[in-house]
């Protein structure tokens, strides 16, 4: 099985700040790499698929990158609602794994 | 609108059985695969199962294994988690989730909550 790996596992940065997050999977995974934002309490919302592809409606500030087994989340300037846990995920056909998540929140 | 709606959690012995059911709505259900993850209170997103459009291709996380069955009717827009031998750690909240064709989960319910405790 596929393991996905994630650091750091919770940061605090200012207002403005760029925020960045890495993904690394334990095989190759060429870019079925995804990444999502879960607020307290609500689902998890998709922001970027296959590595660096912008959901429809999600702000610009979010990118991604990498491919095989090291990735990139990266917030260019940190805004008050992105304070959130986002996690990565890989898929191999219909499987799927989780990383276990990078809590932000605000310095 | 598209809108996926979870329902039959709630309070459940160690092992009872339970059946979610996940209402599609807004989109073409038969087209999709569909999966269930769960978070467990203060933890992480995990992935139960998955099925694709036509229930040709089902597939489960090792950890409900010959427990949990996956099923869905195209002709009611439904997709279901039966879940038997339930044990304390299938404690969680329960989304069902769309997926497109490359595999990121696109679309997700608000939830249905599993608690199994004596």
């Known amino acids: 099985d596929i393991q996905m790996t994630q650091s750091p596992s919770s940061l605090s940065a200012s207002v403005g700040d760029r925020v960045t997050i890495t993904c690394q999977a334990s095989q190759d995974i060429s870019n079925y790499l995804n990444w999502y934002q879960q607020k307290p309490g609500k689902a998890p919302k998709l922001l970027i698929y296959?590595?660096?592809n912008l959901e429809t409606g999600v702000p610009s500030r979010f990118s991604g990158s990498g491919s095989g087994t090291d990735f990139t989340f990266t917030i260019s300037s940190l805004q008050p609602e992105d304070i959130a846990t986002y996690y990565c995920?890989?898929?191999?056909?219909?499987?799927?794994?989780f990383g276990p998540g990078t809590k932000v929140d605000i310095k | 609108e598209v809108q996926l709606v979870e329902s039959g959690g709630g309070l459940v012995k160690p092992g009872g059985s339970l059946r979610l059911s996940c209402a599609a709505s807004g989109f073409t259900f038969s087209s999709y695969s569909m999966n269930w993850v769960r978070q467990a209170p203060g933890k992480g997103l995990e992935w139960v199962s998955s099925?694709?459009?036509?229930?040709?291709?089902?597939y489960y996380a090792d950890s409900v294994k010959g427990r949990f069955t996956i099923s869905r009717d195209n002709a009611k827009n439904s997709l279901y988690l039966q879940m038997n031998s339930l044990r304390a750690e299938d404690t969680a909240v329960y989304y069902c989730?769309?997926?497109?064709?490359?595999?990121?989960?696109?679309?997700w319910g608000k939830g249905t909550t599993v608690t199994v405790s004596s």
């Open positions: 296959d590595a660096s």
């Open positions: 995920q890989q898929y191999d056909n219909l499987v799927f794994t």
């Open positions: 099925i694709s459009s036509s229930s040709s291709y089902i």
């Open positions: 989730a769309r997926v497109p064709l490359l595999g990121f989960m696109d679309v």
